[in-house]
């Protein structure tokens, strides 16, 4: 869960110029529709519907003796306890709910709270309490709640995507991890950040585009005021031990939010423990030994799931097919070389959604090619895709036949995305770990980065996947799969009910459909 964390002070600035001249840095005040505290308002509005809807379901809607209005008192008093327990337990700030396993340990505790409210108040208006109803009400809205800020969390991410509810930041460190974080938020902005300066020299002034410089690292707090900012990223590499002391002392106190990188990359945080030696902070690094048993688990997660896809979205695949048959006509299916584990190849299976020529007219559109710095091909609105085709992709629909690529062994539920031959031959040394597992049919990237144009999420993502993987985090990618999938399917469908595509025939053919290497 992200939710903006901005503080009156550094909010109520406005406007500022950065010290080279720029254009002035907006700052959304709060309480504003952009605001941290209309970001609040709504996610307490959430929580607050789910609770309703929890103990509604139970008291309201399955049979219970006891008048309606006592009922209805059982209820709000369920919203208010939970309510005030969730913001007892800093559930609206970004620090701590960001963490999934924190936030869900405390939404569970906010249910038992309501449980307790919930009980006090029948016990005071004279309800008869049943067990069974008071566990469905619990159960319920623990599961309405978790759910409603995990469909939240999603929607702010798409938002943030945007470019919307970013909070300003200022980079400490001008040298090569200070640019590499820097190009991190802009490659991310789903994390909702956006680099309003940086202070410090700066190695490679190339390495900071339409970023201005803010001062020098003793300037660090004066550079956050004028930037509007309330928040910085120091990167550690960039200062010295002693500067780093002072200057986050001075930060924090002036209740500036303070991050302080590692230095390290490609480290899942669940290797990190922390570990101080003679009370100065230490970091301890897990090491990966992945047994049999894992590899072993992975493959029947990989069939279990893929029988049962199969099954449920059989009927899915009928209309499916169906649509494609009636209005673009044979083939149904796209069947393409891909790259596979040890640089395997291997036929993978889609439903068609582009026109049979589109290979042929890849150099008609390579030139808006949406993926930038790398081999990928990318196009939101390629006019090589069909009607059809269009709602497939937008609804993944497209890509469940792959799951019989994972039946065959071919792919894994989980996985880098599998490369075309052509993107291989582009990859580095480094990248190329990536074929040592199997491609997926989802993966880290598809969930966290799929919309991002930046082939560096892509590498980063991939290469943390391939370096950290394990059946626990095969399962994490799982259910956001899942909660991705349901977001994309209530946004992506709302915005086809209301655009107006292209695609006029001419003698027969398209004016020209997206590539394969777009798929």
Not at 95 to 114: D, I, P, T
């Amino acid at each position: 869960m992200a939710v903006v964390e901005q503080d009156d002070k550094a909010a109520q600035q406005g406007t500022a110029v950065s010290s080279r001249g720029g254009s002035p840095l907006h700052v959304v005040p709060p309480g504003t529709p952009g605001g941290s505290r209309g970001l609040r308002w709504a996610l307490v509005a959430v929580d607050a519907i789910g609770v309703f809807a929890g103990w509604a379901i139970a008291l309201l809607l399955l049979p219970a003796p006891g008048a309606l209005g006592a009922r209805l008192a059982c209820v709000a008093a369920a919203v208010v306890a939970a309510l005030l327990a969730t913001a007892i337990q800093h559930l609206y700030l970004a620090r701590v709910s960001v963490v999934r396993s924190v936030e869900l340990v405390r939404v569970a505790r906010a249910a038992a709270v309501s449980l307790g409210a919930a009980y006090l108040t029948a016990q005071l208006t004279g309800i008869p309490t049943q067990n069974v109803l008071l566990g469905v009400g619990t159960a319920m809205t623990f599961v309405m709640l978790a759910s409603g800020r995990s469909f939240f969390d999603a929607w702010l991410k798409l938002a943030r995507a945007q470019g919307k509810y970013l909070r300003p930041v200022v980079v400490v460190g001008g040298n090569g991890e200070g640019a590499d974080l820097s190009r991190l938020l802009r490659t991310h902005p789903e994390l909702g950040y956006r680099v309003a300066g940086v202070v410090g020299r700066l190695d490679d002034p190339s390495l900071w585009p339409d970023i201005p410089l803010l001062g020098g690292v003793p300037d660090a707090v004066d550079a956050v005021r004028r930037a509007g900012a309330n928040g910085v990223i120091i990167a550690s590499t960039a200062v010295s031990s002693r500067q780093l002391n002072e200057i986050t002392r001075e930060l924090l106190h002036q209740r500036v939010h303070v991050h302080v990188s590692s230095g390290l990359q490609g480290i899942a945080p669940q290797r990190v423990r922390n570990l101080p030696l003679a009370r100065v902070p230490f970091f301890y690094l897990e090491n990966i030994e992945l047994s049999p048993w894992q590899f072993a688990v992975k493959r029947v997660i990989d069939v279990v799931i893929a029988i049962v896809a199969l099954i449920v979205s059989l009927p899915l695949l009928v209309v499916a097919t169906t649509a494609i048959l009636v209005f673009d006509g044979r083939p149904i299916f796209f069947k393409q070389q891909r790259v596979g584990r040890n640089a395997r190849p291997f036929r993978m299976l889609k439903l068609r959604t582009m026109y049979p020529d589109a290979d042929r007219r890849l150099a008609e559109v390579q030139h808006q090619n949406e993926r930038a710095g790398g081999p990928l091909f990318k196009m939101e609105h390629d006019p090589r895709r069909t009607p059809v085709g269009r709602i497939l992709e937008a609804l993944s629909i497209d890509e469940l036949p792959q799951l019989w690529n994972v039946l065959r062994g071919d792919m894994s539920i989980v996985g880098p995305r599998p490369a075309l031959q052509s993107e291989v031959q582009q990859f580095d040394d480094e990248l190329m770990i990536r074929l040592s597992v199997a491609p997926g049919v989802t993966g880290l990237w598809q969930v966290e980065a799929r919309d991002n144009p930046s082939f560096d999420a892509y590498r980063r993502l991939d290469l943390f996947y391939v370096e950290n993987w394990g059946v626990a985090l095969d399962l994490s990618i799982i259910l956001a799969t899942v909660r991705v999938l349901l977001v994309r399917l209530f946004h992506r469908g709302a915005r086809l009910l209301t655009r107006k595509h292209g695609g006029a025939r001419v003698s027969g053919t398209p004016l020209s459909p997206p590539t394969p290497t777009a798929l």
